[in-house]
């Protein structure tokens, strides 16, 4: 017989420690809910280990940009891991840069409505049914984040962190409210890249790209995505690009050649677009920093450029 716990938990992304050795990294926040116990070790990452508290400088933390929620249950599902997937379908070629015009007022500020209604299109909304098996129990949820549409016929750019230890993964289309199945082609854990694959689609709208060699700190930006995975169309946030090469060390791996920006970041932007003033995507949304303790940290958040990105997205297909 199996038992089934009626402990429940809550969370808002992956939890991670960052930046070990120096004691002044990183780490990454959970909001927790429930009764019972106390909730089990974070989906996609070890328990830590007994011992006296790690010494930190500072308080800073970071966040995955993504939504996870989860519940303890008995039995013994098996871990799925989030790596590149057998697949059938044929790879297709998506273009690095296209020729875009920026969409400004005549008074040369930043249209953010003609940007939301040219992008909007090009992002999907994500939702992931995951199974991870710790030690003797098994942990079962949901996690929520974005996509970027790279191809007519439904290849979809997004996080690692999104689709990790998934066992079923649906996709929206921008103007539909029915979620559409989609498949797993490949993804790399430690670039945090994941490419997917909807399910019989064609004419879809692919996201303009644009060439983060023309990023510049000062410049405007939009983030669009599907933020605290409400109901309804994704949410547009602005902000400028506040730095460039930011390095950003996780559990996966260490992120180099980050973009920061001060653009409004929520869990459930992960795998989302940050685009220019054309409307072309400059990068892939994938964390965002919050205050703790004596430490504040106010409009911080990270993209991966989508030069790197789609060169991930080239090898994931040729490993497919």
Do not use: K
Request: charged share 15%; proline share 4%.
């Amino acid at each position: 017989m199996t038992t089934t716990t009626t402990d429940t938990w809550n969370r808002l992304d992956d939890s991670y420690r960052l930046g070990a050795g120096d004691g002044c990294g990183f780490e990454q926040f959970d909001t927790i809910s429930g009764s019972g116990g106390w909730p089990p070790p974070p989906v996609g990452s070890p328990a830590m280990p007994a011992g006296p508290p790690h010494r930190r400088r500072g308080g800073r933390r970071l966040f995955l940009a993504s939504i996870t929620t989860a519940a303890l249950v008995g039995g013994a599902a098996g871990y799925v891991a989030g790596t590149v997937a057998e697949s059938d379908h044929e790879p297709t070629t998506v273009a690095t840069t296209v020729d875009v015009t920026p969409l400004t007022y005549a008074d040369s500020s930043m249209n953010v409505t003609a940007i939301a209604a040219t992008v909007e299109p090009s992002v999907v909304t994500i939702a992931v049914q995951l199974t991870v098996r710790q030690g003797p129990r098994s942990y079962s949820g949901s996690a929520a984040g974005t996509g970027i549409v790279l191809t007519a016929d439904g290849q979809v750019l997004t996080n690692a962190h999104v689709v990790a230890d998934a066992t079923s993964i649906t996709v929206t289309l921008a103007g539909e409210s029915t979620a559409r199945e989609a498949r797993l082609i490949g993804a790399d854990g430690a670039n945090d890249i994941a490419l997917i694959q909807i399910i019989g689609v064609s004419d879809l709208t692919p996201a303009a790209i644009g060439r983060a060699d023309e990023v510049v700190v000062g410049q405007d930006v939009v983030a669009i995505g599907n933020a605290l995975d409400l109901d309804g169309d994704v949410s547009v946030t602005r902000g400028i690009i506040s730095a460039l090469h930011r390095t950003v060390q996780l559990e996966s791996g260490t992120l180099t050649g980050m973009l920061q920006t001060d653009t409004a970041i929520s869990s459930g932007n992960s795998g989302g677009p940050l685009v220019n003033a054309a409307g072309a995507v400059i990068g892939v949304i994938t964390a965002g920093a919050t205050s703790s303790g004596t430490v504040t940290a106010e409009n911080i958040g990270f993209a991966i450029t989508i030069d790197h990105a789609l060169e991930i997205v080239a090898a994931l297909r040729s490993a497919a």
